[in-house]
Each structure stands twice: as C-alpha cells, then as structure tokens.
C-alpha cells in the first residue's frame, strides 16, 4: 500500500517538475527538491513567528494563563531569514505565516519583504485580523500574496465568547480592507464547535454570498489547550456542505491534491466561494505537501507529530548551510503517513495550535 502511495505521488510530482521553478537557480545554487519516504514532495512550509496571541479562542488556547516561550527562545528574524534562505533553497515555493498572531510581532512587513526576495511564489499569513486593518497596505508592498482571517462569529456576542476579546469590529474592518485590495478574495476561517456557532454555518454562506469572500469551515482538531476536544464538539463537514447545499446548491471546483480545502462555488452564480476543511472526517495525508516551522525553532512534519525536531539547537551550534540541508531533509524523510486521529490510542500532541502554528 505504501509503495502504491508512493508510485502515486512520484507520478504526480516527480513526472512533471514545475519547469520554471524547479529547473531554476537560487543564488548561485541549483535548487533542490525536498521529498517523503512516500514520494510526497514536499513545498510549503508554514512559519509560525510568534507563540503569543492577542485572543484566547476557547477551541485554541485556555482561559488561564499560559507560559510564552522566553525571548531568547524564540527565533531571531537573523534566524529566520537564514533558515527561509535554506528552505527555499530546498524546494519551499509556499510560505504561510502564522503564530500565535504574527501581527503581534514587530518586524513582520520586513520578514515578508526578505521571503519575496527570496523568490517564494506564494506567501501568505493567517491572521485573528485584529491589527490587520492599519498594516494590510504595508505587508501588500512587503510582497505578500494571500491572506486567511479567522472569524468564528458573526454576532458580535458569541465571538466575544469565543475568542474572549471585543474585537468583533475590528476584525470585520480588517476583512473590509483586506477584500478592497489585491488580497481579495480574502478566505475566512471558521472553526465550528458545537453548542458555540455550529448555528451560524448558513449566516457564513450568506456573508460569503454578500461579500465575495471564501468562506471556510475547519473541523474542530484535537489540539485545544483545555483538552476538550472531542468528536461530539466537532462539525463534520459533510454537515455543514448538506445545510448549505438545502439552501444554496453548490458546485464543485477542483482544487490541487495537496490543498487541504474541498473548494465549492455556488451553482446560482453569487459571488464567494464555500471551503471546506475536514482533517478529522476526511483526512488528506496522502498528499501532504506541507512541514512546519515552530515560533522557537523546532520543525514539525505532522500537526500531530509526538516529536518535534530541534532545528534551533543545530543552527545555534553554527551548523552549515549544508549541514543543515542533510538534517532537514533526514526529518521530512521521516515525515508521518497519516495523523492517526481516528486510529485506537490516537494520542494528540504536547503542544497545543497556539504554539505550532496552524
Ligand atoms: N492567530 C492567527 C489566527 O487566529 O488565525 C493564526 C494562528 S491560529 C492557531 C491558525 C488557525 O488555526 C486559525 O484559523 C484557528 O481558527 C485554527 N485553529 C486553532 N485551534 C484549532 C483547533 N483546535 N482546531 C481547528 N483549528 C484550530
């Protein structure tokens, strides 16, 4: 089975290099290309640049205090512009910031200028869109191509309840922005949780509808700071395609293997588009094209890796560039088939999202 995934992938991937990219140089260097033990190539990565968070979702992070990782614990920007340089040397052409909120840092609109210079095709970020609004302008010059807007509400009330903040106006005035400029069309996540807004999956349809944004609806995953998730809170998204179909039949769009969205227009023509994300229900493992970067340095083949790798201890000890090349691609050769949330023992990860980076 595993060699079938694996002719199955070099087919997809290996049979036919994206000519321009892959055949092309990198300062000099040929550039690499970054596989699986199954053949799945491997060109995003997702960089979280800061564990702290202005919000505190309830299906996210705890109502206690959490610990932050130490200054010194956390990656330079020196630090990751220096593995950024070597990832896309490898073969990274996909670049997501996340966090935590990356807004939260300082330095970010120079970080996406570095990643652009760089020569990533596409660089994106997910965002709570809190402080979005006033920098949109700053990190579209910066280069950045796309961007993700969690919003988990559309009352004013029970967003309140669930990120624990009254940011509802400013999130909907970073959306606003963000869709007047090149960014648009913006995607909106949503994470649906039962008994907290499982009732508004057709109040998101219709904003999509009035706003032509792509509304996105992400099962909840076993990575809550508070330990309570389970099957029961989670909004299969067979569920939400089935409201939303009663009401606005939709259609299929076709999508990449490696996108982790099932995409779907709607068949009368509105604007916007419904996304669906369904990690638990319907896993998309098998074409896995992704690893992660944590805010302090440790890299991640799996959200539900048990382990995460220390690539933070290698570059401080003033590895080499191709030191560090022969190491990362040593870990993503060990990259997990699958997550295993639905296999007996499944056990979730120590960390929890706020300090992957989702
Ligand atoms: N602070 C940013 C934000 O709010 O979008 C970026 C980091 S946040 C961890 C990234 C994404 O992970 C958000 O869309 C959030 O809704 C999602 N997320 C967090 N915890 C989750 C969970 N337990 N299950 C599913 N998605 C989750």
């Not at 290996?14 to 799945?40: A, C, H, N, T, V």
Request: with cysteine; net charge neutral.
């Amino acid at each position: 089975m595993e060699r079938s995934l694996f002719a199955e992938n070099m087919q997809i991937f290996g049979g036919k290099p994206d000519s321009m990219w892959e055949s092309g140089f990198l300062y000099g260097r040929e550039r690499m290309s970054l596989f699986d033990s199954f053949g799945r190539q491997i060109t995003d990565l997702r960089v979280s640049i800061t564990d702290r968070c202005n919000f505190r979702c309830v299906y996210c992070r705890s109502a206690d205090p959490e610990s932050y990782r130490e200054h010194d614990e956390i990656l330079s920007w020196q630090e990751l512009e220096s593995l950024a340089r070597i990832f896309v040397a490898l073969g990274i052409r996909k670049v997501r910031l996340t966090g935590g909120e990356p807004l939260v840092r300082d330095g970010l609109e120079n970080y996406v200028a570095y990643l652009k210079s760089l020569g990533v095709l596409d660089l994106s970020m997910t965002t709570n869109g809190h402080l979005l609004a006033d920098r949109c302008d700053a990190l579209i010059a910066a280069g950045l191509h796309r961007i993700n807007i969690s919003l988990d509400s559309l009352d004013p009330l029970k967003f309140e309840k669930i990120t624990r903040t009254r940011s509802y106006d400013a999130v909907m005035r970073s959306i606003d922005k963000a869709q007047a400029t090149r960014l648009a069309p913006v995607k909106v996540n949503a994470v649906l949780v039962r008994g907290f807004n499982e009732d508004e999956v057709e109040a998101f349809a219709a904003f999509a509808r009035e706003r032509g944004v792509i509304m996105r609806f992400i099962e909840f995953m076993p990575l809550d700071a508070d330990r309570h998730w389970s099957r029961e809170l989670m909004v299969p998204a067979a569920e939400v395609y089935e409201r939303i179909y009663a009401q606005w039949p939709l259609v299929q769009v076709p999508n990449e293997k490696s996108e982790t969205a099932r995409k779907y227009r709607f068949a009368d023509g509105a604007p916007g588009e419904i996304g669906l994300i369904a990690p638990v229900t319907q896993a998309f493992c098998g074409h896995c094209s992704r690893i992660r970067l944590t805010a302090d340095g440790k890299l991640r083949t799996c959200l539900f890796s048990r382990e995460d790798r220390d690539l933070r201890a290698l570059l401080r000890a003033q590895a080499s560039d191709e030191e560090i090349e022969r190491w990362i691609r040593a870990v993503v050769n060990e990259k997990e088939k699958g997550h295993r949330i639905n296999e007996p023992g499944f056990v979730p990860p120590s960390r929890t999202m706020v300090f992957i980076g989702g």
